[in-house]
């Protein structure tokens, strides 16, 4: 162990007005002002407040929910709302979620750079494949496409984006006025990609980000989306409810890094939590029965139906799931579907106690207690080899990432498990990733992720 | 005449570190720093002190100029940097430069309602339908689409767009906690539009933007630019050497509008105009030249085969142009071609006369001299029905918006010609534009524009 302690690396997730479904309800929440940009800047400035090394937005490219009558069913644009907070924070990362399924390589890879350029070297990019028929139908398509075909398009379409990125060498501008040379025309590269679903040109519009790149974050915890992981991602969000399986999932996707020359500290692995505070661990409890209690039930049969691919509106609340399809057969949202099945099967739960589950956490893990009582979880995941650190997903807005920021962390930062104070200026200092060179570099070492 | 002055309409238009090409290399750019948020901070803010309608970027899918030796040819993403500006700005206007041909509607219809949120109605999209085929080679395209089939895309994506924009009724969000309605189901719409290019469903995922729809601005003066203007644009942009050609333009399009059951002050016309200010007008004039001698031959020579669709790498600087391509063989930039053309043909120019008109104001009217004179200028087009307003494009930044702001500005708000204070705060307030009803709502008349 080196003199420095390890620190564990936090993300703040920015879900609606909270990442319970019915935190709008409740008290000292304003869902009128979804699109307000002051409840956007008091969360990032928080975060901050808190070191957190970044805030993270999620995303989806459709209606949230069956119908937008009882859930808060918009969102902004994450690329913009993230570079407008660019301009009112000046250390804390900021990951964007957006699609490969229904973006084009070239405005993505200019919109991070240009991001990652304003923000002085904070982007990130939440890859995804996007999981829903909806969304497909806001895109002149029939239907979503399917798994393989996504992701084989996510593979081709984050190695385009990161030549994008590359295609100015760090110092290819000279801007030398007196002779009229303003870049090393030798520096400047077309990627000439060419593969099964682009071909692209280049250059990029844009000189190369801070960062090199932008730091790359992926989810899905799918055979496929593992290996996509060990070969492209940097952070990897889980979501797993029991320490061994956490474990399980660590050791495992570690291990695969060297199959792609990559070493074990260049992927973080972040698994999602929500933290239920109080000040006893009954009041938290209660806390959270509060929120249950607001959940309409039309709204939480519907999230459960939609986790699980099956209408489950006939079935009463207080028995068992009827049979579920195949995984096999699920296109879109594999991990969820699989991790809300094995939790129904692993507790025997009705469908009422799983309604709660997944319209609090959304299949995350609770944890309930005092600031004391979270910070133990926390560590003990953190020191037992289950993760790198959290993505903190406060159960209600502004008032749970408040509560976390004044309440957990200095807990947290007492133990040593984390920062007092941010050392270098970039998401990749933040998370101690490397800075990769650019693949046109006449002095390129191999870099960090093999893309 | 009513009784407040009818007052000019400005735009400050940022393209690089000045719109003359060799900007850069004049004392006092930083043109290495051409992603640097600070430079476009005191862009925005000058332009705001000066309490310009808007301020206007323009933007490319390639590298600009055949070469990134001499040129400054990078660029900033518009919807990220405008995000971010939106943030350190409070009236100004804020429009982005996006392309129909290698864009989605869904996707740009959620940037804008975005970005307008976050700036409390200050949006705007400059609708352009690209013109080259570097860009085509960046987005998966062997060749740029013909004229026809982009105008043809651009018409739909622009009323798909506004649809998405109408999708959420103003008054859709309730927003109750005591019943857990969030939302009125019957005021979100489906768009379920179809149509040659797009297939979209919708509802948007954002609530409907402050200003109902972004203001649209839209540049091509060809023919099928001028219907899609009168059918579809609150703002045209246009390029007008004399006096004559602009009032034809100003009165032909004007006289368009009523075809789609609209007013004339529903459309604002604004020339671009770069004006080069000294403290007389000889050295107006020297200033001019000195930028002029910065131009290196090979930069001069490659803007103007641009322009013109021909190779002039062989011909004589100092000889007349090589035969020209007709119109119709021109595919992409079919008004910048007939201007550099009539230009040429009108004043009898040599090849190396005509590098200086488009390498410094590219094809737009240059005015030259004191404060006074400058204001003479733009008030004499101004007065007699040539325009609203105008484009003013700088010859170098920060400098010439300075000079503009702090010298011209007061000299036309003493002739009572220009604000000297907002009065409202969206972008369609300073421009006295309707704000547009949805579609969908039930006491909806008809909109400004028949979108």
Do not use: M, N
């Given at each position: 162990m080196s003199k420095q302690a390890r620190h564990m690396h936090l993300g703040a997730f920015l879900f609606g007005v909270g990442h319970h479904v019915s935190a709008w309800r409740?008290?000292?929440?304003?869902?009128?002002?979804?699109?307000?940009p002051s409840f956007y800047e008091r969360f990032a400035q928080t975060a901050e407040r808190g070191k957190f090394d970044m805030l993270f937005l999620a995303d989806s490219l459709a209606l949230l929910g069956r119908s937008p009558a009882h859930t808060v069913s918009v969102r902004p644009e994450p690329i913009t709302l993230l570079s407008y907070l660019a301009g009112v924070t000046s250390r804390i990362g900021l990951a964007a979620t957006v699609s490969t399924t229904y973006h084009e390589p070239y405005n993505l890879a200019r919109e991070f750079a240009t991001l990652d350029h304003l923000s002085g070297g904070r982007a990130a990019w939440n890859v995804v494949t996007s999981s829903r028929n909806e969304e497909a139908a806001n895109f002149s398509q029939e239907r979503h496409p399917e798994h393989a075909v996504r992701y084989a398009r996510a593979k081709e379409f984050i190695k385009a984006a990161a030549a994008l990125w590359d295609s100015?060498?760090?110092?290819?501008?000279?801007?030398?006025r007196a002779s009229g040379?303003?870049?090393?025309p030798d520096k400047v590269h077309r990627i000439d990609h060419q593969g099964s679903f682009f071909k692209i040109r280049g250059p990029l519009n844009a000189p190369r980000p801070p960062q090199g790149r932008p730091v790359i974050i992926q989810a899905g915890a799918s055979e496929a989306g593992r290996l996509l992981a060990a070969e492209t991602a940097e952070v990897v969000f889980t979501a797993w409810q029991t320490i061994e399986e956490a474990q399980l999932f660590y050791g495992n996707v570690k291990s695969l890094l060297a199959r792609f020359g990559r070493t074990p500290d260049q992927l973080k692995i972040m698994p999602g939590i929500f933290p239920v505070i109080g000040t006893s661990e009954a009041e938290a409890r209660e806390k959270e029965q509060a929120l249950q209690q607001l959940v309409l039930p039309e709204v939480g049969l519907s999230m459960l139906s939609g986790s699980l691919n099956?209408?489950?509106?006939?079935?009463?609340?207080?028995g068992p799931l009827p049979e579920l399809p195949e995984l096999e057969a699920v296109n879109g949202g594999k991990s969820r579907f699989q991790l809300v099945a094995d939790m129904a099967r692993r507790d025997g739960l009705t469908i009422r106690q799983l309604i709660y589950r997944v319209t609090g956490a959304r299949g995350h893990r609770t944890i309930h207690g005092t600031p004391v009582q979270i910070a133990d979880q926390l560590e003990a995941w953190f020191t037992q080899a289950?993760?790198?650190?959290f993505n903190i997903m406060p159960p209600y807005l502004p008032g749970g990432l408040d509560e976390f920021v004044d309440q957990v962390i200095p807990e947290l930062q007492n133990r040593g498990l984390f920062r007092t104070e941010y050392n270098g200026t970039t998401l990749r200092e933040h998370l101690g990733l490397h800075r990769p060179t650019s693949r046109f570099s006449r002095t390129s070492e191999a870099s960090s992720a093999s893309l």
């Open positions: 409740y008290p000292d929440t304003e869902a009128a002002g979804i699109l307000d100015w060498e760090d110092d290819a501008i000279i801007a030398d040379q303003f870049a090393h099956v209408d489950l509106s006939g079935y009463p609340l207080d289950a993760c790198d650190g």
